[in-house]
């Protein structure tokens, strides 16, 4: 009786100029086997489908329990994470790609940059400096707590802005995951501080007038995060703080 195996169709490209290409592959079955483990085969043993010696398959990980967001890539058509994708429940040949939105590095390998400037140019983060002891901080009501904790669940994965088709080459939408970073550090109550600073990156070219509402973001998100409602709710704030800056208040 033969060995099962699994049918891969990779598409690689060697450098960031090369022209793209699909090379296939077939490892052996495992019960509870997900697409990195099969990756990983393929570096053991870098062989395609031909018998011919290859160079081995690069893309990236880390935390193998969909938290750190680095193993993104294309499944089959879909965005989303390759270390939950088991392959008992997917059709073969199972096709993976790099991301498409992002520059590719070399292979399944994606820079990611784009997003990470997106976020900086919204100040995504609470800014206290220092070393020293400011004492406990300001506490959250438990209600806004509960919501702003599901926007924490972000883990800069890239899958909403693959998703997304507002965020492409030709287009400077700093896509939903910025937006509904705003959001939740907007609601924190110190950095609200800076919410106005926020809000006004969101008004600038690139901001929230780009976003098309095709809701393609809160339908692939790996964390279930309410994207959509986010965005609806940054529409209410930037409106308000356009008139703030209309009549100087």
């Given at each position: 009786m033969s060995e099962k195996k699994i049918h891969f169709k990779v598409t690689r490209q060697d450098d960031q100029n090369s022209t793209?290409?699909?090379e296939e592959f077939e490892v052996p079955?495992?019960?509870n086997m997900n697409v990195i483990s099969a990756l990983m085969e393929f570096r053991r043993n870098p062989v395609n489908i031909k018998g011919e010696k290859?160079?081995?398959?690069?893309?990236?990980m880390n935390c193998l329990e969909e938290v750190c967001g680095a193993c993104s890539m294309v499944i089959n058509g879909k965005p989303r994470q390759s270390c939950t994708a088991l392959v008992d429940q997917l059709?073969?040949?199972?096709?993976?790609?790099?991301?498409?939105?992002?520059?590719?590095?070399?292979?399944?390998?994606?820079?990611?940059?784009?997003?990470f400037d997106s976020l900086k140019k919204v100040k995504a983060w609470i800014p206290i400096d220092g070393t020293y002891d400011l004492g406990p901080g300001p506490r959250m009501a438990e209600s806004k707590r509960q919501w702003a904790y599901e926007l924490s669940?972000?883990?800069t994965c890239g899958v909403c802005l693959e998703a997304c088709p507002n965020v492409?080459?030709?287009?400077?939408?700093?896509?939903?995951?910025?937006?509904?970073?705003v959001r939740l550090f907007n609601a924190h109550p110190t950095g609200e501080?800076?919410?106005?600073?926020?809000?006004?990156?969101?008004m600038s070219e690139g901001g929230l007038a780009s976003c098309g509402n095709?809701?393609?973001?809160?339908?692939?998100?790996?964390?279930?995060?309410?994207?959509t409602t986010s965005i609806a709710s940054l529409n209410r704030s930037t409106t308000l703080q356009s008139f703030k800056n209309f009549f100087g208040a």
């Open positions: 793209p290409y699909i079955y495992r019960p290859t160079t081995p398959i690069a893309w990236d059709t073969q040949p199972i096709h993976l790609e790099p991301m498409k939105t992002f520059p590719v590095v070399r292979d399944l390998v994606i820079d990611r940059s784009r997003m669940k972000c883990m492409n080459s030709k287009s400077n939408f700093i896509g939903p995951a910025p937006l509904s970073q501080m800076n919410k106005e600073e926020r809000l006004e990156a969101l095709s809701q393609n973001c809160v339908q692939s998100c790996p964390k279930g995060i309410p994207l």
